[in-house]
């Protein structure tokens, strides 16, 4: 039925339908104009995006591992404050003869005169 209606259409050749007939061929031209400078304003502003999203990404990882050093180091340095402070206290105990008197005879056997020293096999151990 569609191909016997084809056949029987007949177009006007008048000034009137050319008119129309160009303006709407204007009209479809303009859209594709269009459409493709829209296309490349998109492919431009995508290679834009990607050209500064890259480095900004990378930059944004470099930072997150910056923090993640930081932070490392944060912990390390407080371990070494603790650390220094533990030595000091026992720099502070070793300028006391009482107390280098004791680790003397703890670690080396050292006695006094008269005295005598049984050294006990859990001593040991726990000396070394």
């Given at each position: ?8 259409l007949q177009?006007l050749d ?32 995508t290679?834009l995006?990607?050209s500064l999203?890259?480095p900004?990404?990378?930059d944004y990882l470099?930072l ?7 932070e490392?180091?944060?912990l390390d340095?407080k371990?070494?404050?603790?650390e220094?402070?533990?030595l ?10 009482d107390?280098?008197?004791?680790i003397?005879?703890e670690?080396f056997?050292?006695?006094k ?8 096999p ?7």
């Amino acid at each position: 039925m569609k191909q016997e209606n084809q056949n029987n259409l007949q177009y006007l050749d008048n000034d009137y339908v050319k008119e129309n007939y160009g303006k709407q061929v204007k009209k479809q031209r303009e859209v594709i104009f269009r459409r493709r400078r829209l296309a490349a304003i998109m492919v431009v502003a995508t290679a834009l995006f990607i050209s500064l999203g890259i480095p900004l990404f990378n930059d944004y990882l470099r930072l997150q591992n910056l923090k993640t050093y930081q932070e490392q180091t944060i912990l390390d340095q407080k371990a070494l404050e603790e650390e220094v402070v533990a030595l000091q206290k026992e720099v502070d105990l070793l300028h006391d003869d009482d107390y280098v008197a004791k680790i003397a005879r703890e670690r080396f056997y050292y006695s006094k005169e008269g005295e005598l020293l049984f050294p006990l096999p859990e001593s040991e151990t726990a000396n070394k």
